[in-house]
């Protein structure tokens, strides 16, 4: 009988059929082969991915339009393998033609700079290659998690402890957080579904993350029946505004149940204030859940975590850690207040070929079950690893340097003739147009507001093509688009923030 073998080198062979005692023929040889290619490959992420990509003089981005990325690469899956040397080139190709988010000049997402640690821990997992839903099979990431989800309790402050868990983005622990506050609610809702409870409305701001919306589709509550709370000139949450929008819901027949706050907002960086929302909360009963996937960061700021003043009195938090904190994606936890075991009740399905409840540990370890997904890779060990090695002093200063380098951007941008800020920075968020000489006598009106709109996005095009540099730009609300600029990297300087005024101004000076 034949059987085909393929070997690490993705060589194809026909040979007899393996005798399972003997082991595979040229194992040892492959496992050798192996090695060699991770060795290969690891200097080749450590030169091209690590040094050369956090290297200010290099560029951000190669950019290639997709049909030039197309006749780049070679992305066709055939029946054999490849070579090594063409395997590790494709290697190559793709850190060469990504985008390099570890650049101290890539300012376009609120996630930025290279966290060694956190890259070491990511290394590491995929090495392992576990799954964490039961403590057999990830004894040491359970354990890690945890730790951290209470520690980061305690930031809150939540000091009786609560529940949570690590899950793929904020995004998601959005949804945990509507899906359970349904639960608390209507506990029918999980057996008999829709049918169980009357009309549910869920109430938040208009500058919150389009995840809710999301949330309302896919969780069957109709994006109809996600009620926006107006935003002040600041971008935050007007609490007699969600009054009015909790009465209005009521005087429909409807019923309130969930209400988002966000601490810091993607666009403007606007926290919105949870005393006052917890307040009217408490008063009519709701689910309070804040969205700090983005401002979460400051609860390890003294100076800064004002920012989320009464953040200990809801019932939710989404926080991502590879945001300001600089975790490797993703890094997200979904906290909950309550010690009930409400996560587990809301989403346990009890297969018992996981959780068998006759094991010979304490099964309250096994903490999949809580979770909506089977497989789980262990994320918490990415921010924990960072956490151990530079503390939480150091955690601190990077806020706080974050923060005040934003600072110094706005300054700047004041003193530059042609630049004008959107708001004043309230995070890490610097928000401002850039007016070419041609539009700058022109008089306040419509027609300079829709020549304007026009620049950023060009400006944006030759900074891409260029590969100096990387920010965002967006409209808002009647606002033409602006400049959205997000400092967090502690790799970031002065003098490229200086670099960025100069060269937006280098680029479309001409418009």
Same mark, same amino acid.
């Given at each position: 009988?034949?059987?085909?073998?393929?070997?690490f080198k993705g060589e194809t062979a026909v040979g007899e059929l393996i005798n399972p005692e003997k082991g595979s023929p040229g194992a040892a040889e492959d496992m050798e082969a192996a090695e060699s290619f991770i060795q290969q490959a690891m200097e080749i992420i450590l030169q091209e991915a690590v040094k050369k990509a956090t290297n200010v003089k290099e560029k951000v981005c190669e950019w290639r339009s997709p049909e030039q990325l197309k006749e780049?690469?070679?992305?066709?899956?055939?029946? $054999?393998? /490849?070579?090594?040397?063409?395997?590790?080139?494709?290697?190559?190709?793709?850190?060469?033609?990504?985008?390099?988010?570890?650049?101290?000049r890539f300012f376009n997402q609120l996630f930025a700079g290279m966290e060694p640690h956190s890259m070491v821990a990511s290394f590491i997992i995929e090495a392992?290659?576990?799954?964490?839903? $039961?403590? /057999?099979?990830?004894?040491?990431?359970?354990?890690?998690?945890d730790v951290l989800l209470k520690t980061m309790m305690k930031l809150i402050g939540w000091e009786e402890g609560g529940d949570g868990l690590f899950n793929p983005g904020g995004s998601m622990s959005n949804m945990y957080a509507v899906n359970l506050a349904r639960y608390r609610y209507c506990p029918d809702f999980k057996e008999i579904g829709i049918y169980a409870s009357p009309r549910l409305v869920m109430l938040t701001s208009q500058e919150c993350h389009y995840s809710i919306a999301k949330a309302a589709a896919l969780l069957g509550f109709g994006t109809k029946n996600v009620y926006v709370v107006p935003s002040d000139n600041r971008g935050k949450m007007i609490p007699s505004a969600l009054e009015e929008k909790i009465q209005l819901a009521k005087?429909?027949?409807a019923v309130p149940f969930f209400v988002n706050a966000t601490a810091g907002t993607t666009v403007l960086g606007a926290f919105d204030p949870i005393d006052e929302i917890a307040n009217i909360c408490e008063k009519h009963n709701l689910w309070l859940h804040v969205d700090a996937c983005w401002g979460g960061g400051a609860l390890v700021s003294k100076k800064h975590k004002h920012l989320l003043k009464g953040i200990q009195r809801v019932n939710s938090v989404a926080w991502n850690l590879h945001k300001m904190l600089m975790a490797t994606l993703q890094c997200s936890a979904f906290l909950v207040r309550d010690k009930s075991c409400l996560l587990q009740r809301c989403h346990c399905a009890g297969a018992s070929y996981l959780f068998q409840q006759d094991k010979f540990y304490d099964v309250s370890y096994d903490t999949g079950d809580k979770s909506v997904q089977c497989s789980r890779k262990p994320d918490a060990f990415k921010f924990w690893l960072v956490w151990k090695a530079v503390g939480t002093r150091e955690l601190e200063y990077r806020v706080d340097r974050a923060l005040a380098l934003a600072r110094y951007l706005a300054q700047e941008i004041k003193k530059r003739e042609g630049f004008r800020l959107v708001i004043e920075p309230e995070f890490a968020n610097v928000c401002f147009w850039y007016i070419p000489p041609s539009l700058r006598n022109l008089p306040e009106s419509p027609e300079l507001w829709k020549k304007l709109h026009t620049v950023a996005p060009v400006v944006k095009e030759r900074m891409m093509k260029k590969g100096s540099m990387m920010i965002g730009y967006q409209k808002h609300g009647d606002k033409p688009n602006f400049f959205r600029m997000v400092v967090i990297s502690p790799q970031v300087s002065k003098q490229d923030l200086d670099f960025v005024l100069d060269e937006i101004h280098r680029l479309g000076k001409d418009l």
């Open positions: 009988m034949n059987l085909y073998v393929i070997n780049l690469l070679d992305l066709e899956l055939k029946d $054999t393998g /490849e070579s090594e040397s063409k395997i590790l080139q494709c290697c190559r190709d793709a850190i060469r033609y990504s985008v390099k988010t570890g650049h101290p392992i290659k576990t799954s964490q839903y $039961t403590y /057999e099979m990830a004894p040491v990431f359970t354990l890690i998690e005087s429909e027949g």
